[in-house]
């Protein structure tokens, strides 16, 4: 059943995405511009994003940590191309209590520069390396167009600053981290991302290279997921951050930086929601389990509490729904809020000795014996639901990546559906402007280790270099 | 055996707390005056009181919420009383890009305003009450004098922002959320922190009342360490949020806020810290037990590592010291960084049939049999470490709780050495003024249950009202 709350995505993709938002209270507005609030439903699923990561940093020798908020203009003028980078989108503070500051300090958009300053004074032998840092926190961009998750002013995230004694262990790092974010894309939020390498103009800005996840939303549309970079030396000439090595030579420390945000709920909601709401997965959802009492009967409330403490106390996540609504409206409720399984359970099941589980992604309902065991049935269920989401997600993906060997090729796909076009590229950054052209296509990332489709440029016809994804982006 | 990288305390209080900062790695002074970087050491402590927290909320109903950093100036002016406590000491953005913002924002100090600007268009009946929200984040205040952890321009706290449809309901929340406080000192920080009302003079801006729990630290002085607020309908009539009642009347609704923060890290440091460094409690302790081999023969080596994979494996965090450093190196080391228990394994030992556990809390070896229930003796020792701390926190308040009638009384107690001072108090706020000028002494709260030891006012000799705590702070 449609949600009237949700504007169907095949009428405005658009207009569905901001309903879902709002219809499982994800985020709200606030009356600062461009900056949500992230309420209650969003946020618990935040947490088990971030839980899910950390804990695989920290299994890997990452550190958290904790860098100012603020920092001092000057200090990120020191690194030209990342204060190019990001000069135009960051908020300046330039009064504290009731006086005017000597140097104005802008509110971090990424903490490079930070950890440089840090690292600078901290560094002093090979010894001391690597340091394996991470931080949650907030960011801002003064962003001019915001939508919730995608793209807001103040988000938040992590960001990973490691330091390194050698160039091969800095750039093993970035590899690695690339491949987390790629695990917890298809591990966990069942996206099956893809991994490639960013062109010159697409870049971060200071970086010497920068792998990134894409993802391909279920418009067509692409959304990067996470970028980890490589640094090499460029940010410790910058900020004179020297070590030590081994043979006593003093030498200027290998860096790299990774990071992914709150866009994730964003990903969540376009990759597998649907018109009735949100469908999460359930390694990500709060909670997994929605118990739904049909009618007041004693017995059937008896039973839906003992089935709720029975799987709350098998590390299953599972609520009751008790309150005076219709199980209609409770249905549709839980089905906004993206439950991967509703129990029910009548007078009728009672008579029957049997139970009935909904799945969220499917619709399918799976009526089992009460006297089965029902720990080990929904644990089997919410691994299916997990496993086949991420299917049908991949098999998307896969029917809408495309092979395109010139602009008329190209130009019929986008005609059609957008999605991931895979076509070949000379390396001229005129050439990837020219593909704008058609409908705002960029390059999404380079495909290291895939063979070239054509020896010709997809633009100009000359001698192609790197087989590229295209894509729209959000 | 002390540290060397540590004044002593009892020369100067001030510089050891700072040489403990800086030894055990808590945090770092940055580029950003008035900002700490807080280091993996330290943040880690507050990754432990940030779960044990959170935990305790969510058993109580509370869900997490992120709310925007920024407040525009119109917000914030609502609350006439807020915004001059706290309009002093706030960061001003003035621009986003390159231009000039329309309306100023400011770095939220605390989040009421933007908290009662949700509420104010989310709530509409009684039934959406009540709310019980809280927030992991970080604030900044425009200090002047700064010190890390105590009283840092930017620090991390959480924010406890509850709306209800009764007074009645909103007060015990505030009760309760003060009694969740003492809970976290007491039984994991293993602090004594006593209960009390703050003065009007002293009491949150905007706040009908507010709860405090004051700490006192081994050198009498005293640490407010967390604060709860009963709002009433006073931000709910500046910020015009109402409800219809039960009645099915409109109703302005009732607030509460309650928040503690990184500052805990100082006070677990000031209570238990000693000359050789930081004393950790177990609960807080993100390693509970380090091994330390003494030599390198290989039995000793395997036997530890058997050690420390079995302590893990029983929820028992340890990690095991196998750098070239000398073992009283190593020893100082996990002195410094406060680790509640130390192995020690030597040829000797292996000998002997026996390990050598020693407190670092009070120097006590312990040796024990290899073949008895290893997992069983460290859990029951990390329990006795952590109930020893507290009563000798205990004992100390005790000690240092005075009792004065005049302020000749207070005079030649704060000659001595300074504390908790119990007297009477006629409720003007000019003899709680006239009380500073004897070394800065401060009304830390009000006691409500206590009988007064005196019926006159310690200053000006009038019938007493209150039985108040006084006390240097920090």
Same mark, same amino acid.
């Given at each position: 059943?449609?949600?009237?709350?949700?504007?169907?995505?095949?009428?405005?993709?658009?207009?569905? +995405?901001?309903?879902?938002?709002?219809?499982?209270?994800?985020?709200? +507005?606030?009356?600062?511009?461009? &900056?949500?609030?992230?309420?209650?439903?969003?946020?618990?699923?935040?947490?088990k994003?971030?839980n899910e990561?950390?804990?695989?940093? /920290?299994?890997?020798? %990452?550190?958290?940590?904790?860098?100012?908020?603020?920092?001092?203009?000057?200090?990120?003028?020191?690194?030209?191309?990342?204060?190019?980078?990001?000069?135009?989108?960051?908020?300046?503070?330039?009064?504290?209590?009731?006086?005017?500051?000597?140097?104005?300090?802008?509110?971090?958009?990424?903490?490079?520069?930070?950890? &440089?300053?840090?690292?600078?004074?901290?560094?002093?032998?090979?010894?001391?390396?690597?340091?394996?840092?991470?931080?949650?926190?907030?960011?801002?961009?003064?962003?001019?167009?915001? #939508?919730?998750?995608?793209?807001?002013?103040?988000?938040?995230?992590?960001?990973? %600053?490691?330091? %390194?004694?050698?160039?091969?262990?800095?750039?093993?790092?970035?590899? #690695?981290?690339?491949?987390?974010? /790629?695990w917890f894309h298809h591990e966990i939020l069942a996206i099956p991302?893809?991994?490639? !390498?960013?062109?010159?103009?697409?870049?971060?800005?200071?970086?010497?290279?920068?792998?990134? $996840?894409?993802?391909?939303?279920?418009?067509?549309? =692409?959304?990067?997921?996470?970028?980890? %970079?490589?640094?090499?030396?460029?940010?410790?000439?910058?900020? *004179?951050?020297?070590?030590?090595?081994?043979?006593?030579?003093?030498?200027?420390? +290998?860096?790299?930086?990774?990071? =992914?945000?709150? #866009?994730?709920?964003?990903?969540v909601?376009?990759?597998h929601?649907?018109?009735?709401?949100?469908v999460l997965p359930p390694k990500i959802a709060p909670k997994q389990v929605v118990?739904?009492?049909?009618?007041?009967?004693?017995?059937?409330?008896?039973?839906?509490?003992?089935?709720? *403490?029975k799987l709350n106390?098998n590390n299953i996540t599972s +609520?009751? @729904?008790?309150?005076?609504?219709?199980?209609?409206? /409770?249905?549709?409720?839980?089905?906004?809020?993206g439950i991967p399984i509703r129990i029910?359970?009548?007078?009728? @099941?009672?008579?029957?000795?049997?139970i009935?589980l909904v799945r969220r992604d499917t619709s399918e309902k799976i009526?089992i $014996?009460?006297?089965s065991n029902l720990v080990e049935s929904i644990n089997e269920l919410l691994e299916t639901i997990q496993k086949d989401m991420y299917h049908r997600a991949l098999k998307?993906?896969?029917?809408?990546?495309?092979?395109?060997?010139?602009?008329?090729?190209?130009? $019929?796909?986008?005609?059609?559906?957008?999605?991931?076009?895979?076509?070949?590229?000379?390396? @001229?950054?005129?050439?990837? !402007?020219?593909?704008?052209?058609?409908?705002?296509?960029?390059? #999404?990332?380079?495909?290291? $280790?895939?063979?070239?489709?054509? *020896?010709?440029?997809?633009?100009?016809?000359?001698?192609?270099?790197?087989?590229?994804?295209?894509?729209?982006?959000?």
């Open positions: 059943m449609k949600n009237e709350k949700i504007t169907s995505s095949t009428v405005d993709f658009a207009k569905w +995405y901001t309903d879902v938002v709002n219809a499982a209270q994800l985020a709200s +507005y606030t009356s600062v511009k461009g &900056c949500i609030a992230i309420l209650p439903n969003g946020y618990a699923i935040w947490e994003m971030q990561l950390d804990q695989k940093f /920290k299994e890997l020798g %990452h550190v958290n940590v904790q860098m100012p908020l603020l920092i001092p203009e000057g200090l990120l003028n020191k690194e030209k191309e990342l204060v190019e980078g990001f000069a135009p989108e960051v908020a300046w503070v330039t009064m504290g209590g009731s006086k005017e500051l000597e140097e104005r300090l802008c509110i971090r958009p990424t903490s490079e520069t930070v950890f &440089c300053d840090f690292y600078k004074n901290f560094i002093k032998s090979y010894k001391d390396l690597p340091l394996l840092y991470n931080q949650w926190c907030n960011v801002l961009r003064w962003e001019k167009e915001t #939508r919730p998750f995608l793209r807001s002013r103040e988000f938040l995230w992590q960001e990973g %600053h490691t330091i %390194h004694s050698t160039k091969e262990e800095a750039e093993n790092e970035t590899k #690695r981290m690339i491949e987390v974010y /790629k991302s893809i991994i490639g !390498l960013k062109t010159e103009k697409e870049k971060f800005a200071g970086a010497e290279y920068t792998y990134t $996840n894409e993802a391909l939303m279920f418009n067509g549309v =692409t959304l990067q997921c996470g970028t980890s %970079h490589y640094f090499g030396q460029k940010f410790s000439k910058s900020y *004179d951050i020297k070590f030590t090595n081994k043979n006593n030579n003093e030498e200027y420390a +290998y860096q790299t930086s990774w990071g =992914t945000t709150t #866009r994730m709920i964003g990903a909601i376009m990759v929601g649907d018109d009735k709401g949100l118990i739904i009492p049909i009618g007041t009967d004693e017995k059937v409330v008896l039973l839906s509490k003992k089935i709720d *403490d106390k +609520y009751i @729904d008790l309150s005076e609504k219709s199980p209609g409206y /409770k249905f549709a409720e839980a089905e906004v809020n029910e359970i009548g007078k009728r @099941d009672l008579e029957n000795n049997s009935t009526i $014996n009460a006297d998307r993906r896969e029917e809408l990546t495309f092979e395109a060997k010139n602009l008329e090729e190209v130009q $019929n796909i986008m005609n059609n559906k957008p999605g991931f076009i895979k076509a070949c590229w000379c390396g @001229d950054a005129a050439c990837e !402007l020219k593909m704008k052209e058609i409908k705002g296509l960029k390059s #999404r990332c380079i495909l290291e $280790n895939e063979k070239l489709i054509s *020896d010709k440029c997809v633009v100009c016809g000359k001698q192609a270099k790197e087989l590229v994804v295209w894509g729209i982006q959000y």
